[in-house]
């Protein structure tokens, strides 16, 4: 069976602009949940979906949305980059947004 | 609010020697522990997990045992590998919640 799978792997973006990422669960996980990862350190919590409903929300500000689609696939979308938003995105996916998540590889976003 | 707290790396080992990465943690409640790997340009891998106090989780030869007295969760291998060389998260989820805190990371490196 196929893992999470994110796209793109990796790119690059201009300040100011818009970027959508995303995300294909593993077949059978109704839940997703997006992470933002800085180099150097651990994946901060950004969202989670569980039957295309927001069930938790992290710190960070309302440039960043998501959503989850009936089949369960998600969107991260980030608007107005800034430098700071550099980072790998990773997602995860769950039966059910209980503890055993298994990542996606991640997309690398880069803003210039 | 919940927090989790690793040595700071790298730590760099010859293969076959002992390992361990330590985590503290706070919490409210009763937490569930986990341990997870990043390999380089990777996701993060779930390698064991724990979900109450005395439990110990492992896989692959590291084990890793739920100290609420002392609210550790120290991760242990008797010999490493080269192959072991990653980065290493330990994190919680609280009791009741989605919301996952991870550590900073603890890159490993061994050598031949």
């Known amino acids: 069976d196929a893992g999470v799978t994110q796209s793109p792997t990796h790119l690059i973006k201009t300040r100011g602009q818009h970027v959508t990422l995303r995300c294909s669960p593993i077949s059978g996980h109704k839940s997703v949940s997006w992470y933002q990862q800085v180099l150097g350190q651990g994946p901060q919590f950004i969202f989670q979906?569980?039957?295309?409903?927001?069930?938790g929300r992290g710190n960070f500000p309302d440039r960043f949305s998501a959503r989850q689609f009936p089949n369960y696939s998600s969107e991260l979308n980030v608007n107005a980059l800034l430098l700071g938003d550099s980072a790998l995105y990773l997602c995860a996916s769950s039966l059910d947004g209980g503890n055993t998540i298994y990542f996606g590889e991640g997309s690398w976003l880069t803003v210039v | 609010g919940n927090s989790v707290t690793q040595m700071e790396g790298p730590v760099t080992l010859s293969e076959e020697a002992f390992l361990t990465i330590n985590c503290t943690y706070t919490a409210t409640g009763y937490p569930s522990l986990f341990w997870y790997v990043q390999y380089p340009g990777e996701g993060l891998q779930l390698l064991l997990k724990a979900t109450k106090a005395d439990d110990k989780g492992s896989n692959k030869g590291f084990e890793a045992t739920y100290r609420k007295e002392t609210t550790s969760f120290h991760l242990e291998k008797g010999s490493v590998q080269v192959s072991d060389s990653a980065v290493y998260f330990c994190a919680l989820l609280p009791g009741g919640s989605y919301i996952p805190t991870f550590g900073r990371g603890t890159s490993l490196i061994v050598h031949p």
């Open positions: 979906y569980y039957e295309k409903e927001e069930r």
